[in-house]
């Protein structure tokens, strides 16, 4: 059963997606991010802006009080809800330039509360770590592919990314010491998305076949 | 022609196996490095938008419903996302809409999404 139908908010395709309980963010092509209170008319209540390509990565903090955004200009963002304002475009709390390719993977860490891991596209193909609250970049790791999606293990201090061009694997990483501790190789497209379920990881592998 | 499907791989932290144990045909998943296409939903049902069309699949049954075919000058869908109670879904369009759907009442209508071993 379709509830609503929110527009008037982006001039183009809207690509990433993000709850914060009974707020949506959405982040589109045109490089704004909006903040829709789903239960209220006027839905629009905070813009931030600050992309200037498609914002193609999207990810609240668990405690809801920092968003992640990654665009295609490279730009990773981290605003604070706390300061976000209905009447005005909101300023960043960090801008963060060390990606040299489009920042759509984006994990918050689930122990440690200001710890955010990203992934850069196929020209950069880095892992980075960040604290948050100071906007430092804490670790950079190459891992020689365009990383698709990047997971946290809930139960164990590790993290699984995924990865396209060129080796499509998906790699186990101890954390912090990323040592590698599982490689999956042998896949022939990008590993587009990934999911934890209760005890069970499943993950999803786009392949393509003429 | 071009086929694309998905492999669901279970028990990856454990031991990362190398066992696919469902494989998903999904033929009209556009190939967008910079859309979300997917979403796994507190409620334990995959979200996964192929073309115009949103396909639910329910991990706990293997059930597949079809939520929503949107408008050919409306789609492709380019973002799906479950609201975090597992009911509601924010779908993303071309177009820059969103729809907001209650998924409880979703009748299973047709089954696209074919599972093997």
């Given at each position: 059963m379709q509830l609503r139908t929110l527009r008037g908010g982006h001039r183009q395709r809207v690509g990433s997606l993000a709850w914060n309980n009974h707020v949506l963010t959405t982040g589109g092509m045109d490089g704004r991010i909006i903040n829709n209170d789903v239960r209220i008319r006027s839905h629009i209540v905070e813009t931030y802006s600050g992309?200037?390509?498609?914002?193609?990565g999207l990810k609240w903090s668990a405690s809801g009080s920092q968003l992640a955004s990654g665009g295609n200009d490279n730009l990773l963002y981290i605003w604070d809800r706390a300061t976000a304002s209905s009447n005005s475009t909101t300023q960043w709390l960090h801008r963060l330039e060390d990606h040299t390719s489009a920042v759509k993977a984006l994990a918050w860490c689930p122990f440690q509360g200001n710890l955010l891991a990203t992934g850069g596209g196929s020209g950069d193909r880095c892992i980075k770590f960040w604290n948050t609250h100071t906007g430092a970049c804490l670790n950079s790791i190459d891992t020689g592919s365009q990383v698709c999606s990047l997971l946290w293990n809930k139960n164990e201090r590790e993290l699984l990314s995924s990865h396209g061009f060129t080796q499509n694997q998906l790699t186990l990483w101890k954390y912090?010491?990323?040592?590698?501790?599982a490689e999956l190789t042998g896949?022939?497209?990008?590993?587009?998305f990934m999911a934890q379920v209760i005890d069970s990881f499943l993950h999803f592998v786009e392949h393509k076949s003429d | 022609m071009v086929c694309h499907y998905f492999e669901i791989c279970a028990n990856l932290f454990v031991g990362l196996h190398q066992t696919s144990e469902r494989t998903l045909d999904a033929p009209d998943l556009v190939d967008d490095y910079y859309l979300n296409l997917l979403d796994w939903g507190s409620a334990n049902v995959l979200a996964i938008a192929l073309g115009s069309t949103v396909y639910l699949w329910d991990?706990?049954?293997?059930s597949t419903s079809e939520l929503v075919t949107v408008e050919d000058e409306d789609g492709p869908v380019t973002s799906v996302s479950w609201a975090p109670d597992g009911r509601h879904i924010a779908v993303g369009l071309n177009n820059s809409e969103v729809q907001l759907w209650?998924?409880?009442?979703?009748?299973?209508?047709?089954?696209y999404i074919i599972f093997g071993l």
């Amino acid at each position: 059963m379709q509830l609503r139908t929110l527009r008037g908010g982006h001039r183009q395709r809207v690509g990433s997606l993000a709850w914060n309980n009974h707020v949506l963010t959405t982040g589109g092509m045109d490089g704004r991010i909006i903040n829709n209170d789903v239960r209220i008319r006027s839905h629009i209540v905070e813009t931030y802006s600050g992309h200037e390509q498609e914002v193609c990565g999207l990810k609240w903090s668990a405690s809801g009080s920092q968003l992640a955004s990654g665009g295609n200009d490279n730009l990773l963002y981290i605003w604070d809800r706390a300061t976000a304002s209905s009447n005005s475009t909101t300023q960043w709390l960090h801008r963060l330039e060390d990606h040299t390719s489009a920042v759509k993977a984006l994990a918050w860490c689930p122990f440690q509360g200001n710890l955010l891991a990203t992934g850069g596209g196929s020209g950069d193909r880095c892992i980075k770590f960040w604290n948050t609250h100071t906007g430092a970049c804490l670790n950079s790791i190459d891992t020689g592919s365009q990383v698709c999606s990047l997971l946290w293990n809930k139960n164990e201090r590790e993290l699984l990314s995924s990865h396209g061009f060129t080796q499509n694997q998906l790699t186990l990483w101890k954390y912090p010491s990323m040592v590698k501790m599982a490689e999956l190789t042998g896949h022939t497209s990008r590993v587009l998305f990934m999911a934890q379920v209760i005890d069970s990881f499943l993950h999803f592998v786009e392949h393509k076949s003429d | 022609m071009v086929c694309h499907y998905f492999e669901i791989c279970a028990n990856l932290f454990v031991g990362l196996h190398q066992t696919s144990e469902r494989t998903l045909d999904a033929p009209d998943l556009v190939d967008d490095y910079y859309l979300n296409l997917l979403d796994w939903g507190s409620a334990n049902v995959l979200a996964i938008a192929l073309g115009s069309t949103v396909y639910l699949w329910d991990a706990t049954n293997g059930s597949t419903s079809e939520l929503v075919t949107v408008e050919d000058e409306d789609g492709p869908v380019t973002s799906v996302s479950w609201a975090p109670d597992g009911r509601h879904i924010a779908v993303g369009l071309n177009n820059s809409e969103v729809q907001l759907w209650d998924t409880t009442s979703n009748r299973q209508v047709c089954i696209y999404i074919i599972f093997g071993l």
